[in-house]
C-alpha cells in the first residue's frame, strides 16, 4: 500500500478468464527469503520497488502440482519513495498493473484476496504484526518472525 492509501494489483496475462484483481507475487527461488522473494516478485511483475515490511498471512494447500504440499506467504510491503511509483505490466505474465483504492478494489478481488485485504486492513488498525528479524544462532544468522508491534524488537 502506499501513502495514498493505494493498493497495487495486477491481472495476470494468461487468466484471462479470470477478470479479477489480483496481488503481485510469485515462486521463491530455492535459497530465497520470503521478503526478498515477495519484494523481487513485485519488481519484476510491476516495475516498483519496495521493501518487506510484515507478513499478512500464510496459506497451506496440500493435492497441488507435482503432489506436493503448497506454501503461500503473504507479505507487507512499502514501496521505495526514489524514482516513480508508476506501474510498468511485466508483458511476459501481466496483462494490466495499477494503484487502487482498497475501497474500490475490495470486490474486484477473489474470496481469498479479499480476506488478505481486510486481514491486513485488521492488522494495520491494531498495529500487531508478523514481525521479521535477523537472529545470529547457533545454526548462523537466521530470519525469526514474530508477532509484535513495529517498535518491538528481539
Given at each position: 500500500?502506499?501513502?495514498?492509501?493505494?493498493?497495487?494489483?495486477?491481472?495476470?496475462?494468461?487468466?484471462?478468464?479470470?477478470?479479477?484483481?489480483?496481488?503481485?507475487?510469485?515462486y521463491?527461488?530455492?535459497?530465497?527469503?520470503?521478503?526478498?522473494?515477495a519484494?523481487?516478485?513485485?519488481?519484476?511483475?510491476?516495475?516498483?520497488?519496495?521493501?518487506?515490511?510484515f507478513?499478512?498471512?500464510?496459506?497451506?494447500?496440500?493435492?497441488?502440482?507435482?503432489?506436493?504440499?503448497?506454501?503461500?506467504?503473504?507479505?507487507?510491503?512499502?514501496?521505495?519513495?526514489?524514482?516513480?511509483?508508476?506501474?510498468?505490466?511485466?508483458?511476459?505474465?501481466?496483462?494490466?498493473?495499477?494503484?487502487?483504492?482498497?475501497?474500490?478494489?475490495?470486490?474486484?478481488?477473489?474470496?481469498?484476496n479479499?480476506?488478505?485485504?481486510?486481514?491486513?486492513?485488521?492488522?494495520?488498525?491494531?498495529?500487531?504484526?508478523?514481525?521479521?528479524?535477523?537472529?545470529?544462532?547457533?545454526?548462523?544468522?537466521?530470519?525469526?518472525?514474530?508477532?509484535?508491534?513495529?517498535?518491538?524488537?528481539?
Amino acid at each position: 500500500m502506499n501513502n495514498k492509501d493505494e493498493v497495487l494489483v495486477v491481472k495476470e496475462k494468461y487468466h484471462l478468464s479470470y477478470p479479477l484483481w489480483k496481488f503481485p507475487g510469485g515462486y521463491a527461488m530455492q535459497g530465497e527469503e520470503l521478503g526478498d522473494t515477495a519484494v523481487r516478485e513485485v519488481l519484476e511483475e510491476t516495475g516498483i520497488k519496495t521493501e518487506f515490511d510484515f507478513m499478512i498471512a500464510l496459506r497451506h494447500f496440500h493435492r497441488c502440482q507435482f503432489e506436493c504440499s503448497d506454501m503461500y506467504f503473504v507479505a507487507s510491503l512499502r514501496p521505495i519513495q526514489e524514482g516513480s511509483l508508476t506501474p510498468v505490466p511485466d508483458l511476459h505474465e501481466i496483462s494490466d498493473v495499477t494503484w487502487m483504492k482498497h475501497q474500490e478494489l475490495a470486490p474486484q478481488l477473489s474470496p481469498f484476496n479479499s480476506f488478505i485485504l481486510q486481514q491486513y486492513l485488521r492488522i494495520r488498525n491494531n498495529q500487531v504484526q508478523m514481525r521479521c528479524q535477523k537472529m545470529n544462532t547457533t545454526n548462523g544468522l537466521v530470519n525469526v518472525y514474530y508477532v509484535g508491534t513495529a517498535e518491538d524488537s528481539l
